[in-house]
Nanobody, 124 residues
Framework: QVQLVESGGGVVQAGGSLRLSCAAS????????MGWFRQAPGKEREFVAL????????YSAASVRGRFTISRDNAKNTVFLQMNTLKPEDTAAYYC?????????????????WGQGTQVTVSS
């Protein structure tokens, strides 16, 4: 069992930056693919970015590519999402998730463990 706890959300003006963190419990964290998803009110949960177990392969959604960067520190059991040049449409609850199979899926259903989410609000 893996427990995930996100932090770092908040309110920021458009053009600003935030860094989200996701701390994981469990000795097998370093073998999992980790992903970030977001969900705005009234919308479906959408994929943001993923990173493979070693951190040398990442993939981001087109809507955030070039602005958001996913990274991980396996020694600290933590995955990060650096968000720059934030836009009002980035406003959402952000969730980290773990894929035990180590895949590269952008589908939420393929992830086994989820955090409780952290709210990001971008004002215009």
């Amino acid at each position: 069992q893996v427990q995930l706890v996100e932090s770092g959300g908040g309110v920021v003006q458009a053009g600003g930056s935030l860094r989200l963190s996701c701390a994981a419990s469990g000795r097998t964290f370093s073998s999992y693919t980790m992903g970030w998803f977001r969900q705005a009110p009234g919308k479906e949960r959408e994929f943001v970015a993923l990173i493979n177990w070693s951190g040398d392969s990442t993939y981001s959604a087109a809507s955030v590519r070039g602005r958001f960067t996913i990274s991980r520190d396996n020694a600290k059991n933590t995955v990060f999402l650096q968000m720059n040049t934030l836009k009002p449409e980035d406003t959402a609850a952000y969730y980290c998730a773990a894929d035990r199979q180590g895949g590269r899926s952008r589908l939420a259903a393929h992830y086994d463990y989820w955090g409780q989410g952290t709210q990001v609000t971008v004002s215009s």
